[in-house]
Nanobody
Framework: QVQLVESGGGLVQAGGSLRLSCAAS????????MSWFRQAPGKEREFVAG????????RSADSVKGRFTISRDNAKNTVYLQMNSLKAEDTAVYYC???????????????WGQGTRVTVSS
């Protein structure tokens, strides 16, 4: 059974940090490009950051550049999102997704986790 399970969300004050984790099972993790997306209330789901199969190449949305860092540990089948200098506008449900190749569109078919909620208070 293929499964992605996110964790690490919560309530944090503006300027604070959180580290999200996404643990994968039932798939060959190192064969998948991993991405984080988020969906704020009343808004469409959007790409946040992605990391290549080996972890050598990363991409991120302009809105999080310099604040969020994506990483992965293929030995632990886990991808992380370190979020620093959080802002109120980062409040959203954060999802990880596994794809065979990079895709920044939220409508592209892939394997999704159930999401973890991040709330940033101002």
């Amino acid at each position: 059974q293929v499964q992605l399970v996110e964790s690490g969300g919560g309530l944090v004050q503006a300027g604070g940090s959180l580290r999200l984790s996404c643990a994968a099972s039932g798939l060959t993790f190192s064969s998948y490009y991993m991405s984080w997306f988020r969906q704020a209330p009343g808004k469409e789901r959007e790409f946040v950051a992605g990391i290549s199969w080996s972890g050598e190449n990363m991409r991120s949305a302009d809105s999080v550049k310099g604040r969020f860092t994506i990483s992965r540990d293929n030995a632990k089948n886990t991808v992380y999102l370190q979020m620093n200098s959080l802002k109120a506008e980062d409040t959203a449900v954060y999802y990880c997704r596994a794809d065979l190749r990079f895709a920044s569109s939220a409508t592209t078919a892939g394997i999704w986790g159930q999401g973890t909620r991040v709330t940033v208070s101002s």
